[in-house]
């Protein structure tokens, strides 16, 4: 069948309807673990950072000569600035390196911004008359709004398009909503579309602070700002220095780690800032902690040394990922393409492929390729509050199975896909 | 002058103020640079756990086969569960093992207390008619206080004997006021007097939920479990089987680290809790983040092994330590004894020698030190809100430096204590 469903009569799709579900069944017995929910690294990425532990050799002094073995040292170790600070553009008195969790050092900003304020204690969002909200681009990050949930920040979707959020209804909500105090940013190879922000959008989001209300805070988490999958992936242009341009540089916070460069659960994380909202986050978080493991940060820096070391690297992650999402595109591609049920983005870079059904069929496909033993990332977690209003989006990480896992697990995928949308229509008609 | 400095006549104070003025001019000349501030580890002491860098040797699973290099697992690796749950005297399900700050737990379960709840939102203390208190034994840890000060807690200071808190003072304050919601408790080798809680206190700190409000907490910050400096050390009671007598395992939150046992700023920290407190914390803390470094977790466990290996090093601790305590202790009876103008705890384990100077004297003292080159703690430090009412006790830090620098800066210590003690006596008389 290779015309577009919609053009099928009901003979024909009951008929579809049969031999898809036979597949399913088929696919059922065939007793299949796969799991395409978290973006993980595979284990060959993991391996590629083996090195890590032992390469201090006995040396645990940094360029300023201090022991990192002791206690002190909220900044993060002097190399590491250097490093990383190149890594996000910015100058290393601008960043703070941190411990393994970038989403710690998120979860920090926003709790401070909201119970001690981005500028003392009068700017605490907690004091202003209502509940705080964010802007959430959809689809997301689910940590990033389960953030805002805990701490009671309401959020509200605005659309993530092929070069960002639609900064127009951006805009207009910020204008008329001074208690909109942030916005959740993944600039480069964004969770889950892995689209690139234009200069225009970094531009407009630069803007922002001045037509939103008092101590507005852009959450930029350039979690894969080094993670192109193809040599001639879409830059992103310096988002520190758009904001510099703009005046706003106190409105930017922007997040990194290395969670998927070396080892995802023992890397370092930083936060660029300027240095007003530097002196001031660094304060409250010095309450909680006496410093980083600079001791890992020092690992860090001699195994990546220096950007072209760092470019090498992911240079290695790229050649593992790349068949991989190009295993899911060929899949989809094969199963999909000239059915008109569906659209997904084929992204240069990232850790996932972003998959649409057609409205109220995401659920039903994640359920179904569950009970044929292929887990997938829950239906709407990419949306807050677990709430996709089309019930359409489905986030697909290919990054940690095997490439026969993943075809195995992209066949059962479109299977259920095809057969979610006949089910639609027969029920439908 | 062997005579108590309270038996001499004014003639006599006149001779001895211009004697110590000139030993102290003779210090201030000598151009000393000594810091007897912060408990941190001495170089040699860092020098023990060298071992944990390239310990792994290639090897990244735990007992449960999970790969250690990726995401997951919010507990901590079970093997670390094992060592540490013994280390704190719980089972290995009821201790979470995290990353590098303790602080960074108690911060956790301070604010979660307050925000998010021990047992769900409506037990939130931020939800409570008034403001939230916590008891605060004295002399006590100054970073303790700064999480208080920051979650806008009020800190009521109650007396720290030679067995632990005041437990008279403690539950007549507790039934007084159930806003009262926690006390911050150091039980063994506090800091800064070193003294370890009796049985007795143990048990009535067990006892303790039954008469305060709902949702009170005991902070067990058991930051110096292990950490004796002679043989005949006094024991701690087991804590938590102390709370699970009294029924009341569930106000008990028990914190530890290995900072002053590997590398200060690069261990792994735990908390033992209930199950059900557990389960409350563990949800609470999975906001924040995605899990702890495990890998370094694994260097622990390989690096002390088990309990033998715990004691065994913490002997090599030991004999590091103990002669800087000696060395504290031997200047302050030479200088002191006999002039009945100060008095000091002698610790048996612990990072701290607590001095009381007279009322009134401890600023004087710490600021006539540091004019002569010796770095003190501020005095106050060791009070809520850095108050310390008598203005008496001084935190003397022996840990870092030099036994030649000890002595050194004991003696210009000793000089200022006698100093600033006449010139007392000589401006009220």
Chains 1, 2 share one sequence.
């Not at 350039?222 to 999958?229: D, K, Q, S, T």
């Not at 940060?297 to 990922?321: E, I, N």
């Not at 990232?350 to 069929?361: N, Q």
Request: hydrophobic share 40%; with cysteine; net charge negative.
């Amino acid at each position: 069948m290779s015309t577009a469903m919609d053009q099928a009569d009901r003979p024909q799709l009951v008929e579809l309807e049969q031999q898809l579900s036979a597949q399913l069944e088929h696919y059922r017995n065939a007793g299949l673990k796969l799991d395409l929910t978290r973006g993980k690294p595979g284990t060959e990425q993991l391996a590629l950072s083996d090195a890590l532990d032992g390469i201090l050799e006995g040396d645990y002094r940094d360029s300023a000569g201090s022991d990192l073995r002791n206690y002190g040292g909220l900044d993060g170790i002097p190399e590491a600035k250097v490093l990383f600070a190149e890594m996000m553009g910015v100058a290393p008195g601008e960043i703070l390196i941190g411990g393994n969790s970038s989403l710690t050092m998120m979860y920090f900003a926003v709790l401070f911004a909201m119970q001690q304020g981005v500028a003392g204690p009068d700017s605490a969002w907690a004091r202003e008359n209502g509940t705080i909200k964010f802007l959430a681009p959809v689809p997301g990050y689910d940590r990033h709004f389960a953030i805002c949930q805990q701490l009671g920040i309401e959020m509200i979707p605005v659309a993530l398009g092929d070069d960002g959020p639609d900064m127009d209804q951006v805009e207009t909500l910020l204008r008329e909503d001074p208690l909109i105090k942030g916005i959740w940013c993944v600039p480069r190879f964004s969770n889950p579309t892995g689209i690139v922000y234009s200069s225009e959008v970094v531009q407009r989001l630069a803007r922002l602070a001045s037509i939103a209300g008092d101590n507005f805070r852009v959450f930029c988490d350039n979690a894969y700002a080094v993670h192109a999958l193809v040599a001639d992936a879409p830059a992103l242009d310096n988002v520190m220095d758009a904001f510099k341009q703009a005046g706003s540089e106190d409105s930017l916070y922007l997040f990194g780690s290395t969670s998927k460069i070396t080892f995802a659960g023992s890397g370092v994380s930083f936060v660029a800032m300027s240095s007003a909202n530097q002196a001031t986050f660094k304060q409250q978080l010095g309450i909680s902690q006496i410093g980083p493991d600079k001791i890992n940060q020092l690992r860090h820096v001699k195994f990546l040394r220096d950007s072209h070391g760092l470019d090498a690297h992911m240079g290695r992650h790229a050649a593992l990922l790349k068949p991989r999402f190009d295993s899911v595109i060929k899949q989809l591609r094969e199963g999909l393409d000239g059915w008109d049920i569906a659209r997904w983005i084929e992204p240069s870079g990232g850790y996932f492929v972003s998959f649409d059904t057609r409205p109220g069929l995401a659920k039903i496909v994640v359920g179904m390729a569950a009970s044929a033993g292929v887990v997938l990332t829950p239906a709407g977690a990419t949306f807050p509050y677990g709430n996709d209003p089309e019930d359409s989006n489905i986030r697909i990480a290919p990054s940690f199975p095997s490439l026969a896992d993943i075809e195995q697990a992209m066949k059962v995928f479109v299977c259920c896909v095809k057969l979610a949308t006949v089910q639609q229509r027969l029920a439908s008609a």
